[in-house]
């Protein structure tokens, strides 16, 4: 199987409002790309009009070079998984997955041996005979999986696959799902809300909001180099600060003022409004006993702790009037914080980012999905 490429060009796509907002967009063949975004944002309807299940206001798709925009979905070589399975309860595995091959005249031989090779891809050549009721949800996305992959397309598309599996199952389906499109190398576009997903799986992602890509770029790019606070904000837990910008250093250091505080940032001053955000990430944040002495510290008090297996949460109360929160490993070389405890918090200079504003997320959790 090859991968093929996806190429959108100021594609837009109005229902009563607009619902993708004139996308420039390239997706390289064998190529794992996720558009990320909350409901409403537009990302599902992009994935159908790729599909063909919607037709394009204005603007192109290009699969491989070839402009398919007015090309019925059963003519494009594109397939699609969704949430839902839908499998057929009433024919076996190995039905199921055939059925998309009844009409191609292949042998009898042929396609056995299609279905079989995609049932080897997702590891289930023994449950060839069972019926999906028969089938753990995990099992059955595999079957759902495979139905689509024995019809060989270039481009597979990805509703939300892991959306109806609990998290446990949802995080050994993610490794498997990136290893099978490793060794298939087809071009997957996977649609998904959950930030831990793109993260995981993505060689690139698209930050999604109100039809428009905010940014894209590589996972860790994204997650470290946010290119404003709704991405911030969306892509992980984020400590967004309200700052003023009093200086600006060489390159992109500046040093800001959050309350009284000055501090200074490393990253992200060139382009920062006199008014602006910092962020940094829990992970980031330094706890240290009160007292400490140095630049970039904070007075502040330990108002929660949320035990998490692996670490812990911090909730902290800056004495310069904002609230943060620090993600501490649980790796026995922390010292032991509690509720009402008064600390020192270090945020590095390295650690700390200026952003230009931009809504908030919560902005648009709410909104129904436009399709």
């Known amino acids: 199987m090859a991968g093929g490429s996806v190429e959108l060009v100021s594609l837009t796509k109005r229902f009563t409002e607009v619902a993708v907002d004139n996308i420039d967009l390239h997706i390289a063949s064998g190529e794992f790309f996720s558009l990320l975004g909350p409901s409403g944002c537009g990302k599902t309807t992009t994935l159908r009009l790729i599909a063909g299940f919607e037709q394009p206001t204005s603007g192109r798709i290009l699969l491989d070079s070839v402009d398919v925009s007015a090309v019925p979905p059963h003519r494009r070589n594109v397939n699609t998984v969704f949430q839902s399975y839908a499998l057929f309860p009433f024919l076996t595995v190995f039905d199921n997955v055939a059925f998309g091959l009844r009409n191609k005249k292949l042998s009898r031989d042929e396609l056995r041996q299609r279905v079989y090779s995609a049932l080897e891809l997702v590891h289930l050549r023994s449950f060839e005979k069972r019926r999906p009721g028969q089938l753990s949800g995990g099992q059955q996305q595999r079957v759902a999986l495979a139905r689509a992959l024995v ?49 995981t799986m993505s060689d690139r992602l698209a930050v999604m909001r109100d039809g428009q890509i905010v940014q894209i770029g590589a996972p860790a790019e994204v997650y470290e180099e946010p290119a404003d606070t709704y991405v911030a904000d969306f892509l992980g837990v984020s400590n967004l600060m309200p700052v003023d910008v009093v200086s600006r250093g060489p390159g992109s250091e500046c040093q800001v003022k959050l309350g009284d505080c000055l501090l200074t940032v490393e990253h992200g001053g060139i382009d920062a409004p006199d008014r602006a955000h910092a962020v940094v990430r829990p992970e980031r944040v330094r706890i240290e006993n009160f ?11 330990v108002e929660r702790l949320v035990y998490l297996g692996s670490s812990t949460q911090v909730f902290l109360h800056l004495a310069a009037g904002a609230d943060v929160q620090a993600l501490l490993p649980n790796d026995g070389g922390h010292t032991a914080f509690a509720q009402g405890t008064p600390v020192h918090v270090y945020l590095a200079p390295d650690a700390l ?14 909104l129904p999905e436009a399709s």
Request: charged share 25%; hydrophobic share 45%.
């Open 291 to 301: 007292g400490s002495a140095g630049p970039n510290r904070i007075p502040a008090m």
């Open 151 to 199: 019809l060989q397309p270039s481009v597979l598309l990805l509703d939300e696959p892991l959306g109806a599996l609990d998290a446990k199952l949802r995080r050994s389906l993610k490794v498997e799902l990136k290893a099978l499109q490793e060794q298939v190398g087809i071009t997957f576009l996977y649609v998904t809300h959950d930030q831990e997903e793109a993260l």
């Open 353 to 366: 980012r200026v952003l230009r504003g931009g809504a908030m997320v919560t902005d648009a959790q709410d």
